[in-house]
């Protein structure tokens, strides 16, 4: 076992992880961070999807060991009360069904608003593959994706 420092929604938090633990667990079991979720334990569903320096990754095939200094955004960083334009529009779209994808729905499409603010479908279709919805959802996961879009450009393009 180690004992490795994590950046994890801003905060630094000290785990510690033998060398083949994944970052999933450690901020399930470790750190209580349960909104990312277990799905299929090999990096294909998205459901533990989490944000690393920005960019979408799979926490159940990253190791915790050796990330210190990265920023690590879970579903817990966003917006407490779902003011971010995604949780908004993923609202008002009323996006989730059973739910469980939804973290890592939500944080691939933050990210992917990030780097393209107006995306077309094909974008948005691109940026969510690896992102499954066991309940079917995307009609309504692309039209919040644009709904978002439109939300951040009312804000000058912050988050």
């Not at 961070?33 to 944000?51: A, E, F, M, P, R």
Request: with cysteine; charged share 25%; proline share 5%.
């Amino acid at each position: 076992m180690s004992k490795v420092t994590l950046k994890v929604n801003g905060e630094e938090r000290m785990v510690e992880v033998t060398s083949e633990t994944p970052l999933l667990w450690a901020l399930r079991d470790t750190l209580n961070l349960v909104g990312t979720k277990y799905g299929c334990g090999i990096g294909l569903c998205g459901s533990c999807t989490v944000l690393l320096d920005g960019e979408p990754v799979r926490s159940c095939t990253m190791p915790a060991e050796g990330l210190e200094g990265m920023e690590i955004t879970t579903i817990e960083g966003f917006h407490p009360e779902g003011g971010h334009p995604v949780q908004r529009a993923w609202n008002e779209e009323d996006v989730a069904q059973c739910g469980y994808c939804q973290g890592g729905q939500i944080l691939s499409a933050a990210a992917l608003l990030d780097k393209n603010p107006d995306p077309d479908d094909q974008a948005i279709d691109q940026a969510m593959t690896g992102n499954i919805c066991r309940c079917g959802t995307y009609p309504r996961i692309r039209k919040a994706v644009k709904l978002a879009a439109h939300y951040k450009a009312e804000q000058g393009g912050e988050s």
